[in-house]
Nanobody, 119 residues
Framework: QVQLVESGGGLVQPGGSLRLSCAASGFTFSNYVTYWYRQTPGAERELVAAITSVGGITNYADSVKGRFTISKDNAKNTVYLQIHSLKPEDTGVYYC????????????WGQGTQVTVSS
């Protein structure tokens, strides 16, 4: 079945940068959307970015616009989230989700990668 694996998280100082990766395997469909979410205990889960497989159309939450960039490498079946100017409030577990489009719509989640922004 479809598997999503996030990587690239870690401990970073405010103002630093990270690149998160979401590697997908086990699928053959071509029309889907990949989303990045983040969640901190005691806070609402937040959708931060999305990209479509068809056309590479991107979208961002207002809270991250200008600092986060979502991109994809089709040859590697990987979606990236480049983050710069990190703030303490960016701390959380970052998850990717793949949502199929077309006749059948299904969601697939990764296990998440921890991002901690602290001095």
């Amino acid at each position: 079945q479809v598997q999503l694996v996030e990587s690239g998280g870690g401990l970073v100082q405010p103002g630093g940068s990270l690149r998160l990766s979401c590697a997908a395997s086990g699928f053959t469909f071509s029309n889907y959307v990949t989303y990045w979410y983040r969640q901190t205990p005691g806070a609402e889960r937040e959708l931060v970015a999305a990209i479509t497989s068809v056309g590479g159309i991107t979208n961002y939450a207002d809270s991250v616009k200008g600092r986060f960039t979502i991109s994809k490498d089709n040859a590697k079946n990987t979606v990236y989230l480049q983050i710069h100017s990190l703030k303490p409030e960016d701390t959380g577990v970052y998850y990717c989700k793949l949502e199929t489009r077309g006749a059948i719509r299904r969601n697939y989640w990764g296990q998440g990668t921890q991002v901690t922004v602290s001095s």
